[in-house]
């Protein structure tokens, strides 16, 4: 994974050492949560050459974007097994 706060950046790699996924989404879910939790340790860094804050804010809002994407789809997904008048009455109780 590749990351970068502005100017300063850095990168890790997947080993057969590493954690290991059952599925893609699990991947990303845990890159993604590796992602804002360093990025959300820069917020308010001193080191402004390298941490650009507005930068790194930008990010962690695009970070929020995609993780509610991703349970907006994942609930569209479940919702499609149900008959319709159960995904109404589960709506209403």
Not at 34 to 50: E, Q
Request: hydrophobic share 40%; glycine share 6%.
């Amino acid at each position: 994974m590749n990351y970068y706060y502005g100017v300063a950046d850095g990168c890790y790699g997947l080993s057969v050492y590493g954690k290991q996924f059952k599925s893609r989404e699990d991947a990303l879910h845990a890159a993604l949560v590796d992602l804002k939790l360093m990025m959300t340790k820069k917020i308010g860094s001193t080191d402004t050459s390298n941490d650009k804050q507005a930068f790194i804010l930008a990010t962690l809002r695009d970070i929020v974007k995609v993780q509610i994407n991703s349970v907006q789809l994942f609930f569209s997904k479940l919702f499609k097994c149900f008959p319709q008048c159960l995904v109404i009455k589960l709506y209403y109780w």
